[in-house]
Every structure is written in structure tokens, then in C-alpha cells.
């Protein structure tokens, strides 16, 4: 029994290495390879720099990526601050509207800041041109700056709530301390609260930028009409036929090179200060007392909130339901036939829908069962130097989606894994792309197990397979469910590595949904989008039942 455990175990890790250091490998390899000879060459290098417009896009994404993540700043830290330390009143109608902001999809996000700002019929410029008698709005989403605009408006989830946590376990005292020096509250928020919060703020921080610099469904609505490239985009053109795949892994080496410099720059920072918050006299917590400046503080969270959830759901809910977008809001413009359509009419749409839940619920069991694996392998030791597997599991986490599918690309085109044009290759895709989640979940749950439950059953002629399945595995029962279910939501909406990885037969709802954005029908779009926000509540609502309120914070803080 032990023997064949032991085999197991190593063949998990095999897997664990052929899903993550194989990819990278290979997208390293064929960065220097020639695409004819496979000899050894710079020349991809000099393809993929060697024109000014990549490098302009290169320059865009590193300007927009940081617009982003100040913007998100200034966002996500008054928002989370008011709702962690102050008497702001509205509380839970804050915290509702940034999750709805955090489980609607980017890109749909885009789609309805395309209704809500768009040039010409935009809903901003016409409600702007009928209360003033202008001839034009001054809203146009198809800008750099509305770019960063809408990016933000769904990117500063993270900054609140890795903020907001932070700020949730940190006591009264030292503020008391500030207090009695005669520091006022708006002094003593910027000088003692907010610094002991520094580390998720730049965590944070981090995050965004690089989900800017990775993001490719809403650069490709936004910035293409626009008249201007990013990254993503020119990584996506690159793969126009016949695909250039030597020079797009030149090209995305940036990326992977940025990401490791970013998290290395943040352990630098913070190993050089201490931000110790918690106390052993039970860290009591008082909230600050705004006086009437909690109703102002109370409107520019509404503020964001707007702009991020409740005018855009609006203009998808308008457009899903209406016979023509632009006729607005009547009785005669109401209809179902788009769902209907959408549903049950339009073969690609059923067939997508069925391939985004059947790959995203596969992706989900394999990321879960190879990361609960991993992480027993290391809590129990199991196998020499096993701690490496920690970070090797932890490692998709700042990879850019679109570099990792890239990688996909570059190792299961050829044999002997021929993977491409399979459903395979999108299932291992996402099960890589979210490991992390799945692994820190598990890790953090096979942490509450007391060992001796374990080691009791092994006394008594269990082997360590029959005990991890007998004893340890449905004491993680409602801790895996969780975890199930935050790999599984955005496995769902993944457009970034999609769009590299599927052919004609394998499509999935995000690819859909943007392909269809170039034939203009918003209505289908919106209608396509409302149906995959309406199973992510409903997700979401079964995740605060079964594991708490509290499992998409655990999301967020992988």
C-alpha cells in the first residue's frame, strides 16, 4: 500500500510539472527557435521589437496598466476604509454592488460601456445632448482613457478587498495612541491605519497592473475600434493565419519578465518595515464617528459603484430585453425574443454554453483534486524537498493568462502531445490558469485537520490513499465546495486563454460573445452576457449557503 501510494504521489507531481513547467519551458524554448530550421535564433526577438508599432503597444499597455491601478487606488481605499472603519451608513448596499461588479464579466462590462458611452447613441451622450441641446456628448468610450476608465470599474474589487481585510483585522489601539497625541481621524486614517494596510495595498496594486497588462477581451472592444494597440491585442493578430508562434513567445516574454520583477519589488518593500497589527489584548475595534461627512462619503461610493455595477447592468438589462437598444425604455421596445433566441434558437450559442460548463466544471475537479494532492504532499512530507511544490503550484498566479495559453499553444501542437483542437487543451488550460485558488483553499483547509485523525486510521491498517479518501477528505467537505466553486466561476467567463486555444468545435461563451461583438447586435450580446451573470449569482448564492459569506474574500486574497 505504501508503494502504491508513493507511486501515485509521484505521478501527481508529474502532472503537476507536465501543467506548469512544461508550458513555460516550451514558450521559452520557441521564443529562440527558428519556425522553419528549429535551430537556435534571435531573429523572433528581432520580429517581435524590431517595429515601432510593437513597441508602441508594449508602451500603451505599460501606460494604461499603470493609469489602471492608480485609478483603482483611489477607488478601492476610501471605499474599503469607509466600510471596515467608519459609521458610513449603506453598508451592505456597497458591499453588494462591488461583488456584482466583481462577478460580472470584463468584457461584458465593456459591451455596456459601449451602450452607455458609444460616440454617437451612447445612453451618457444622448441624456447629455437632450438636457443641454448640443449636437454631441462629450462621453467616448473609444479612448485611452475610457479604456483605463472601464478596465478600472472592474479591476478595483481586489483593491477593496484585499484592503478591506487587511483593514478588518487591524485594532483601535495604535489609532487611540494617534488620537491621544492630538492627531485628528483624517491624520491618523493616512498616518497609522492605511500604512499598517500597505502590503495588501500594494498586493493589490500589483494585481491590477498586471491584470491590465494581461487583459484582452476589453482592449479588443475598446482600443481596436479605437485605432490603437496594447499587447494582448498584438499577441491576438499574431496568431492570425499562418500563426507566428516563435514571435509571439518573444513578444510576451515582457510580460512574464514584468510580473516577476513587480512581486519581487513588492517582497523588497515590504521585508524592509514591519507591519505587525495584531496585539494579544484582544484587538478591539471601534469604528470612526463621520459626523455628516458619512452621507458625502456615502455618495462617492455610489459614485464607483455606478459607474462599476448599476448603470452598466442596467444598459445590459436594456438591451437584453429590448426589441432595438437604441428605441430606450418603453413597453412596446420590451421583449423576450432575444433570450429566447439565445437559448434555444442559435445552435452556437447552446453548444458554447454547454462546452463553457462542462470544460469549466472539469477544469475545476482537475485544479481541485491535483491541488488538495499537492498540498498533502507538502503538509505531510512526503516526498523530498516537497516545499518546491508549493511554488510551482502557486507559480499560474503571476502568469499572464494570455502567456500561459501562448505556452499551451507552443507545447501541444506536436506530438507527442498533440492537444490542439481538443477539449482538452481549454480544460488544462483553466485547470493551470486557477490552480492557485484551488491550491491555497486546500492547503488552507487541510490545515483545520488535526493529523492524528489520520494517523488513528493508519494505526488501524489504513494506507494513506484509503485515509486521505475515508477521513481527510470529507472533513474538507464544505471547504472543497467552496474552492470547487471559485475556480469554476471564473473558469467560466476566461477569455483570455480561450481565445488563443479553441478552434471551431471547442468554442465557449466568451469567445462567442466577442466574436458576435463585431456584428453590432447588442442585443444578443447583452442577452449571451445576462445568462452567464444570471449562473454566476446563482453559483455565488449556492457558495454563501454551503461555505459562508465570507468564501469569495478567500478568493481574492489567493
Same mark, same amino acid.
Given at each position: 500500500?505504501?508503494?502504491?501510494?508513493?507511486?501515485?504521489?509521484?505521478?501527481?507531481?508529474?502532472?503537476?510539472?507536465?501543467?506548469?513547467?512544461?508550458?513555460?519551458?516550451?514558450?521559452?524554448?520557441?521564443?529562440?527557435?527558428? !519556425?522553419?530550421?528549429?535551430?537556435?535564433?534571435?531573429?523572433?526577438?528581432?520580429?517581435?521589437?524590431?517595429?515601432?508599432?510593437?513597441?508602441?503597444?508594449?508602451?500603451?499597455?505599460?501606460?494604461?496598466?499603470?493609469?489602471?491601478?492608480?485609478?483603482?487606488?483611489?477607488?478601492?481605499?476610501? &471605499?474599503?476604509?469607509?466600510?471596515?472603519?467608519?459609521?458610513?451608513?449603506?453598508?451592505?448596499?456597497?458591499?453588494?454592488?462591488?461583488?456584482?461588479?466583481?462577478?460580472?464579466?470584463?468584457?461584458?462590462?465593456?459591451?455596456?460601456?459601449?451602450?452607455?458611452?458609444?460616440?454617437?447613441?451612447?445612453?451618457?451622450?444622448?441624456?447629455?445632448?437632450?438636457?443641454?441641446?448640443?449636437?454631441?456628448?462629450?462621453?467616448?468610450?473609444?479612448?485611452?482613457?475610457?479604456?483605463?476608465?472601464?478596465?478600472?470599474?472592474?479591476?478595483?474589487?481586489?483593491?477593496?478587498?484585499?484592503?478591506?481585510?487587511?483593514?478588518?483585522?487591524?485594532?483601535?489601539? &495604535?489609532?487611540?495612541?494617534?488620537?491621544?497625541?492630538?492627531?485628528?481621524?483624517?491624520?491618523?486614517?493616512?498616518?497609522?491605519?492605511?500604512?499598517?494596510?500597505?502590503?495588501?495595498?500594494?498586493?493589490?496594486?500589483?494585481?491590477?497592473?498586471?491584470?491590465?497588462?494581461?487583459?484582452?477581451?476589453? !482592449?479588443?472592444?475598446?482600443?481596436?475600434?479605437?485605432?490603437?494597440?496594447? &499587447?494582448?491585442?498584438?499577441?491576438?493578430?499574431?496568431?492570425?493565419?499562418?500563426?507566428?508562434?516563435?514571435?509571439?513567445?518573444?513578444?510576451?516574454? !515582457?510580460?512574464?519578465?514584468?510580473?516577476?520583477?513587480?512581486?519581487?519589488?513588492?517582497?523588497?518593500?515590504?521585508?524592509?518595515?514591519?507591519?505587525?497589527?495584531?496585539?494579544?489584548?484582544?484587538?478591539?475595534?471601534?469604528?470612526?464617528?463621520?459626523?455628516?461627512?458619512?452621507?458625502?462619503?456615502?455618495?462617492?461610493?455610489?459614485?464607483?459603484?455606478?459607474?462599476?455595477?448599476?448603470?452598466?447592468?442596467?444598459?445590459?438589462?436594456?438591451?437584453?430585453?429590448?426589441?432595438?437598444?437604441?428605441?430606450?425604455?418603453?413597453?412596446?421596445?420590451?421583449?423576450?425574443?432575444?433570450?429566447?433566441?439565445?437559448?434555444?434558437?442559435?445552435?452556437?450559442?447552446?453548444?458554447?454554453?454547454?462546452?463553457?460548463?462542462?470544460?469549466?466544471?472539469?477544469?475545476?475537479?482537475?485544479?481541485?483534486?491535483?491541488?488538495?494532492?499537492?498540498?498533502?504532499?507538502?503538509?505531510?512530507?512526503?516526498?523530498?524537498?516537497?516545499?518546491?511544490?508549493?511554488?510551482?503550484?502557486?507559480?499560474?498566479?503571476?502568469?499572464?493568462?494570455?502567456?500561459?495559453?501562448?505556452?499551451?499553444?507552443?507545447?501541444?501542437?506536436?506530438? !507527442?502531445? &498533440?492537444?490542439?483542437?481538443?477539449?482538452?487543451?481549454?480544460?488544462?488550460?483553466?485547470?493551470?490558469?486557477?490552480?492557485?485558488?484551488?491550491?491555497?483553499?486546500?492547503?488552507?483547509?487541510?490545515?483545520?485537520?488535526?493529523?492524528?485523525?489520520?494517523?488513528?486510521?493508519?494505526?488501524?491498517?489504513?494506507?494513506?490513499?484509503?485515509?486521505?479518501?475515508?477521513?481527510?477528505?470529507?472533513?474538507?467537505?464544505?471547504?472543497?465546495?467552496?474552492?470547487?466553486?471559485?475556480?469554476?466561476?471564473?473558469?467560466?467567463?476566461?477569455?483570455?486563454?480561450?481565445?488563443?486555444?479553441?478552434?471551431?468545435?471547442?468554442?465557449?461563451?466568451?469567445?462567442?460573445?466577442?466574436?458576435?461583438?463585431?456584428?453590432?447586435?447588442?442585443?444578443?450580446?447583452?442577452?449571451?452576457?445576462?445568462?452567464?451573470?444570471?449562473?454566476?449569482?446563482?453559483?455565488?448564492?449556492?457558495?454563501?449557503?454551503?461555505?459562508?459569506?465570507?468564501?469569495?474574500?478567500?478568493?481574492?486574497?489567493?
Amino acid at each position: 500500500m505504501r508503494e502504491r501510494s508513493y507511486v501515485v504521489w509521484l505521478l501527481l507531481i508529474a502532472l503537476l510539472l507536465l501543467l506548469v513547467i512544461n508550458p513555460l519551458a516550451r514558450l521559452l524554448w520557441a521564443s529562440f527557435e527558428h !519556425p522553419e530550421t528549429g535551430a537556435f535564433t534571435l531573429a523572433n526577438y528581432v520580429a517581435a521589437y524590431g517595429r515601432w508599432r510593437h513597441v508602441e503597444a508594449l508602451v500603451n499597455s505599460l501606460e494604461i496598466g499603470l493609469a489602471v491601478a492608480v485609478l483603482c487606488t483611489l477607488f478601492g481605499v476610501p &471605499m474599503a476604509w469607509a466600510v471596515s472603519r467608519t459609521d458610513m451608513p449603506a453598508k451592505g448596499l456597497v458591499w453588494g454592488a462591488v461583488l456584482g461588479t466583481f462577478i460580472m464579466p470584463n468584457y461584458l462590462g465593456a459591451v455596456a460601456w459601449i451602450l452607455m458611452a458609444g460616440p454617437n447613441a451612447g445612453w451618457l451622450n444622448r441624456a447629455y445632448t437632450a438636457l443641454t441641446g448640443a449636437e454631441t456628448g462629450p462621453f467616448n468610450v473609444y479612448s485611452k482613457a475610457g479604456l483605463v476608465l472601464v478596465i478600472a470599474c472592474y479591476s478595483f474589487p481586489y483593491m477593496f478587498v484585499f484592503t478591506r481585510s487587511a483593514l478588518d483585522l487591524i485594532s483601535s489601539e &495604535m489609532e487611540d495612541a494617534a488620537s491621544t497625541l492630538g492627531a485628528g481621524a483624517l491624520r491618523t486614517t493616512l498616518r497609522v491605519t492605511l500604512p499598517l494596510a500597505l502590503p495588501a495595498i500594494l498586493g493589490a496594486f500589483i494585481v491590477e497592473f498586471l491584470e491590465a497588462l494581461a487583459l484582452f477581451g476589453t !482592449p479588443a472592444l475598446i482600443a481596436l475600434p479605437a485605432r490603437f494597440q496594447v &499587447m494582448t491585442t498584438m499577441l491576438w493578430q499574431m496568431f492570425e493565419f499562418p500563426p507566428q508562434v516563435q514571435v509571439a513567445a518573444a513578444y510576451s516574454m !515582457p510580460l512574464l519578465l514584468v510580473t516577476v520583477f513587480l512581486f519581487w519589488l513588492q517582497y523588497r518593500i515590504i521585508a524592509r518595515k514591519g507591519y505587525a497589527a495584531l496585539t494579544g489584548k484582544g484587538g478591539e475595534r471601534r469604528l470612526v464617528r463621520l459626523g455628516p461627512w458619512r452621507w458625502p462619503l456615502l455618495g462617492y461610493c455610489l459614485l464607483v459603484t455606478s459607474l462599476s455595477f448599476f448603470l452598466p447592468i442596467l444598459a445590459v438589462l436594456q438591451a437584453a430585453f429590448a426589441r432595438a437598444w437604441g428605441r430606450g425604455f418603453s413597453w412596446d421596445n420590451v421583449t423576450i425574443r432575444n433570450l429566447r433566441f439565445v437559448l434555444l434558437e442559435q445552435t452556437s450559442t447552446r453548444s458554447a454554453t454547454i462546452n463553457t460548463f462542462v470544460y469549466a466544471a472539469a477544469a475545476s475537479v482537475i485544479a481541485l483534486v491535483l491541488a488538495l494532492a499537492i498540498a498533502y504532499i507538502v503538509a505531510r512530507r512526503l516526498v523530498p524537498l516537497g516545499r518546491a511544490l508549493t511554488y510551482v503550484a502557486m507559480a499560474p498566479f503571476v502568469i499572464p493568462g494570455i502567456v500561459l495559453a501562448i505556452g499551451f499553444y507552443a507545447a501541444y501542437t506536436a506530438r !507527442p502531445l &498533440m492537444l490542439y483542437g481538443t477539449a482538452w487543451i481549454l480544460i488544462l488550460a483553466f485547470a493551470t490558469r486557477f490552480l492557485p485558488i484551488a491550491y491555497t483553499n486546500s492547503d488552507a483547509a487541510l490545515r483545520s485537520v488535526d493529523p492524528e485523525l489520520e494517523e488513528a486510521a493508519r494505526i488501524l491498517g489504513a494506507g494513506r490513499l484509503l485515509s486521505l479518501r475515508r477521513i481527510v477528505a470529507p472533513l474538507l467537505r464544505r471547504g472543497l465546495a467552496g474552492a470547487f466553486i471559485l475556480v469554476f466561476i471564473p473558469a467560466t467567463r476566461e477569455l483570455s486563454s480561450a481565445i488563443f486555444l479553441y478552434t471551431t468545435g471547442t468554442q465557449v461563451l466568451s469567445v462567442l460573445l466577442f466574436d458576435k461583438s463585431d456584428e453590432g447586435n447588442f442585443e444578443v450580446l447583452a442577452s449571451m452576457g445576462l445568462i452567464l451573470v444570471m449562473v454566476t449569482v446563482a453559483l455565488v448564492a449556492v457558495g454563501f449557503r454551503m461555505v459562508g459569506r465570507d468564501f469569495l474574500l478567500r478568493r481574492t486574497a489567493t
